[in-house]
Nanobody, 116 residues
Framework: QVQLVESGGGLVQPGGSLRLSCAASGFTFSNYVMNWFRQGPGKERELVALISSIGDYTNYADSVKGRFTISRDNGKNMVYLRMESLKPEDTAVYYC?????????WGQGTQVTVSS
């Protein structure tokens, strides 16, 4: 079955950096777009970044453009989110997502807290 497992979250000071990882299994990873979403306290879940199946196209939410970078390694079935210049408003649970056979799949999420 499809599994997505995020890791790499934690507590970081404003201006700091983190790299999130998502390990995927149970489907042909290299055939699918991968997404990172986040849900902050009291907020709706929002799309942060997406990457095409072969990694030649990426797109970002306006709030993270120039600070976050999504990438993937199809040989390892991994997708990453490099986050730089973090702000308190980036505090959220971050989720890896894909749509496989018209059904959305989610990981358990990883908490990112940006605070001094």
């Amino acid at each position: 079955q499809v599994q997505l497992v995020e890791s790499g979250g934690g507590l970081v000071q404003p201006g700091g950096s983190l790299r999130l990882s998502c390990a995927a299994s149970g489907f042909t990873f290299s055939n699918y777009v991968m997404n990172w979403f986040r849900q902050g306290p009291g907020k709706e879940r929002e799309l942060v970044a997406l990457i095409s199946s072969i990694g030649d196209y990426t797109n970002y939410a306006d709030s993270v453009k120039g600070r976050f970078t999504i990438s993937r390694d199809n040989g390892k079935n991994m997708v990453y989110l490099r986050m730089e210049s973090l702000k308190p408003e980036d505090t959220a649970v971050y989720y890896c997502n894909t749509d496989y056979r018209r059904q959305g799949y989610w990981g358990q999420g990883t908490q990112v807290t940006v605070s001094s």
